[in-house]
């Protein structure tokens, strides 16, 4: 296993499309996060998820925005009727919840654009 | 006030420098602090955790934790170039959920 996947790395897309990310975590780890990064700050926790089931979601997911773990596997994020404002790097990662410490392994992230 | 404070930067070092990288949080009840590396257009890279007060040492890197002062640090020795990068401070506020500062860019030079 060579830690957290995100795909696509980079979108392009026209303002009121769609989009979806995917996330692959590490495979025994059982959270995964999602966090929105823009340019000049650090990353922000957009929601999470242990096994298949969605915990926590932060006020700043709109309700254009929906993530998915339907296995317990790997996760999507959607982005309804995108708007400028969302342009920005979505980040993925993965924890093992019965591990001590605050381990949490990131991807590569997906860079949203939106024209 | 924000959760996590940290300097931006850009922080400009000689190559062998000592850095020293701070941040200061808000709440005394957080445990857990970590460190991550990024470089640009790059996801974050765990660089060191800790739990409560204390210092915990990794290579030419040095994580502190000063919970009395809220007041973290990471120190790195012998910088290199391959160390210019920026670095987040982040905390877990629950559930290894993290708040993050802003980061600082640190550029070492030849």
């Known amino acids: 296993d060579t830690g957290v996947s995100q795909n696509p790395r980079h979108k392009i897309t026209k303002r009121g499309q769609n989009v979806t990310f995917r996330c692959d975590p590490i495979?025994?780890?059982?959270?995964l996060y999602w966090y929105r990064q823009t340019l000049g700050q650090g990353p922000e926790f957009l929601t999470y998820?242990?096994?298949?089931?969605?915990?926590?979601k932060s006020r700043l997911l709109s309700d254009r925005f929906s993530a998915e773990r339907p296995k317990g596997s790997f996760s999507t994020l959607e982005i309804q009727r995108t708007e400028q404002g969302d342009s920005a790097m979505y980040l993925c990662?993965?924890?093992?919840?019965?591990?001590?410490?605050?381990?949490?392994?990131f991807g590569q992230g997906t860079r949203l654009t939106v024209v | 006030q924000k959760e996590v404070e940290q300097d931006p930067g850009p922080l400009s070092v000689p190559e062998g420098a000592i850095v020293s990288l701070n941040c200061t949080y808000s709440?005394?009840?957080?445990?857990?602090f970590m460190w991550y590396r990024q470089y640009s257009r790059k996801g974050p890279e765990l660089l060191m955790y800790?739990?409560?007060?204390g210092n915990k040492e990794d290579g030419r890197f040095t994580a502190q934790v000063d919970k009395s002062s809220k007041y973290i640090s990471l120190f790195i020795r012998d910088s290199q170039p391959s160390d210019s990068a920026t670095y987040l401070c982040?905390?877990?506020?629950?559930?290894?959920?993290?708040?993050f500062g802003t980061g600082t860019r640190l550029l070492v030079s030849p």
């Open positions: 990662a993965s924890s093992h919840r019965d591990r001590g410490g605050s381990e949490a392994f």
């Open positions: 495979s025994e780890h059982n959270r």
């Open positions: 998820f242990q096994n298949e089931a969605q915990l926590e």
């Open positions: 709440n005394s009840a957080f445990q857990y």
């Open positions: 800790t739990y409560s007060s």
């Open positions: 982040a905390i877990d506020t629950g559930f290894q959920k993290l708040v």
